[in-house]
């Protein structure tokens, strides 16, 4: 019975709620159940699940394995798992999600990626411009100039640029020795 308690008070440890206003760069490497419930302006790294709450007001790229939004989100949103868009929800930018729900009553705009769940870990996988500037934390425009002066590998497809991850990662490895 003892366990129990114990078991159960360190699940409830892992909840962090935020009503504040705050900017920066969040990142969990452990999971926990993150509620934000005011304003925040940045960039979110999560584990576990992530709940932006309907008053909330979110200007971050963010990166999580279940996102569940109901207030407003300006950036791009990567779903390792599972993303919910859930009314009032207003969501603008991109999204790149394993799972993809959005009830009826919330808002979407941008373009939408569904991926298999971790695949972004599978080596040889294929990366879209946007994904690529996210990795490397480096603006597309700037990606672009070194895909056409091949200072970075890539290929064009189309109208678009399409980057593998193991040579991005072989290309960032040999440009730091030098």
Known sequence: MRKDRKDAGQTQDKVLDVNASMQGTLSFNDPVNL??????????????????GDNAQVKADIDGENITIAGTVTGNVV???KLELVAPARMIG???????????GALLEGNCKMVFEGAERNTGRKMSLSEVSRYLEVDEER??????SAKIPGERVGDSWQFDKERIDEWVNSERIR
């Open 35 to 52: 509620r934000i419930n005011g304003s925040f302006e940045g960039k979110l790294i999560t584990k576990g699940t992530l709940m932006i």
């Open 79 to 81: 779903a390792r798992r």
């Open 94 to 104: 991109n999204i790149t999600a394993a799972t993809l729900v959005v009830t009826e």
């Open 143 to 148: 990606i672009v100039r070194w895909a056409e």
